[in-house]
Nanobody
Framework: EVQLQESGGGSVQAGGSLRLSCTFT????????MGWFRQAPGKDRILVAQ???????YYADSVKGRFTISQDNAKNTVYLQMNSLKAEDTAVYYC??????????????WGQGTQVTVSS
């Protein structure tokens, strides 16, 4: 059974940092792309960072240079390091997995979501 479990959300002031973790079971990193989506109130769920099985990464323009996605094969965990956080980064962040995860409807598996709140 595939399961994704996020942790690490919280509240921080603008300019601060948070690290999200997504620990998964039921598949290995070389079988799936993984990434982080976020959804702000009243907005669509959008991809912010993605990592493929071979380590290739993608970042949305809005987070490029501030967020870093990484993976630890031994721990079955994917991380999202978020630095220089802005108020507009406030959203629920979801871990996602699947053969293709470019957009929301392509994702096979979701975590439960973790709230990130950035105060200005």
């Amino acid at each position: 059974e595939v399961q994704l479990q996020e942790s690490g959300g919280g509240s921080v002031q603008a300019g601060g940092s948070l690290r999200l973790s997504c620990t998964f079971t039921g598949f290995s990193l070389d079988e799936s792309d993984m990434g982080w989506f976020r959804q702000a109130p009243g907005k669509d769920r959008i991809l912010v960072a993605q990592i493929s099985g071979d380590g290739e990464t993608y970042y949305a323009d809005s987070v490029k240079g501030r967020f870093t996605i990484s993976q630890d094969n031994a721990k079955n965990t994917v991380y999202l390091q978020m630095n220089s956080l802005k108020a507009e980064d406030t959203a629920v962040y979801y871990c996602a997995a699947g053969p293709v995860i470019d957009v929301e409807y392509d994702v096979d598996y979701w975590g439960q979501g973790t709230q990130v709140t950035v105060s200005s």
